[in-house]
């Protein structure tokens, strides 16, 4: 008997510092919620979670493009510029008849939808040449990406800074395309959802379908997972890798075009860090910066547990400062965390 607990002994605490290294975020996030709540009890509050989830709606949008090139073992350092150049564009075209610095004062109101798909498609150009320049070319995605970072973030601020005004902020947007981003549907005067939260969970939906139910999916989980053995069978892997970029560009239209929608105006550097804290909240959601390995549920949990650290630190008035520091600290032990799991499985 005493040899079997002995046995047995060693198995448990196994058992734990698995399930420590499993769930060591979330763990961390619990605590910290805990920290914020007894500081300021008034921070769990049904108000403050539907502020969170507003916040988060367009972060998820950008996560689920950014997931999808990270399974695949890639990366794109031009997502943010992506989200800026969306923004500009879509509410350069939607701003109201009456506004005195309107950039095209000629322009009649356009069809709400026309200004919102042409920032995706421009997005999702940009994203087709990241695919195309990593898969035909096969240039490292660090480096393709960062390439047109800067390139994007050139053509936004040429058109950003063109005749009349010159590089002015971007307002007095049309009414519809501000409801779009601060409106919501009300229940009895007390519950409402806001608009982006619905378009931000019918996209969580579609990607779920995408990720998990087609080949398309089952080929990037592939293609992260051993490129050269999805090669083998029989995946396209250059056809994948260039579909992914694309729809990932366009994920960045959505997000960037709602974001302006949102905050009520654009300017050049806007969504400037946005594709960093896309990647932060990918692997803090367990997508594995090494590919192959992530889920949406996860994508979701990830952009949520970052939402709720930014709001929480600056409901409790911590110093900018520090919130960089907690968050950065948080982005590490999620990293090492993934790093060691990988050195385990292999």
Do not use: H
């Amino acid at each position: 008997m005493a040899a079997q607990n002995q046995v047995q002994g060693p198995s448990k605490i196994k058992q734990l510092q698995d399930f420590g290294v499993q769930y060591a975020i979330y763990l961390v996030f619990v605590v910290l919620v805990l920290v914020i709540a007894i500081k300021e009890p008034a921070f769990l509050s049904l108000n403050n979670f539907r502020n969170i989830l507003t916040m988060s709606a367009t972060r998820i949008i950008i996560a689920m493009g950014m997931g999808a090139i990270l399974i695949t073992g890639g990366v794109d350092l031009s997502a943010g510029r992506q989200v800026g150049l969306a923004a500009v564009l879509s509410a350069s075209l939607l701003q109201n008849l009456d506004y005195p610095r309107r950039m095209y004062p000629d322009m009649p109101i356009l069809p709400l939808l026309i200004p919102i798909l042409a920032a995706m498609a421009a997005c999702g150009i940009f994203g087709f040449l990241n695919g195309f320049f990593i898969a035909k070319l096969k240039l490292p995605a660090f480096i393709a990406t960062l390439g047109s970072m800067v390139a994007v973030y050139g053509v936004n601020s040429l058109y950003f800074d063109r005749p009349p005004y010159g590089a002015q902020p971007i307002g007095g947007l049309d009414r519809r395309f501000s409801t779009l981003g601060s409106g919501y549907i009300g229940f009895d005067g007390l519950y409402s959802i806001p608009y982006i939260v619905i378009i931000a969970v019918v996209v969580t939906l579609i990607t779920y379908v995408l990720f998990n139910k087609t080949t398309y999916g089952k080929n990037i989980y592939a293609i992260g997972g051993n490129a050269e053995a999805a090669k083998v069978s029989g995946v396209n892997v250059n056809r994948t890798l260039i579909l992914v970029y694309t729809i990932a560009g366009i994920l960045f239209g959505l997000g960037g075009t709602l974001e302006a929608a949102r905050t009520g105006g654009a300017t050049n550097n806007y969504g400037n860090g946005y594709e960093l804290d896309a990647i932060a909240a990918c692997v803090v959601g367990g997508v594995s910066n090494l590919g192959g390995i992530g889920t949406v549920p996860g994508i979701v949990i990830g952009v949520l547990i970052f939402s709720v650290i930014n709001y929480g630190l600056t409901f409790i008035n911590m110093s900018p400062y520090w919130q960089q520091i907690v968050k950065g600290a948080i982005i590490i032990a999620a990293v090492a965390i993934d790093i060691r799991k990988y050195l385990k499985k292999r």
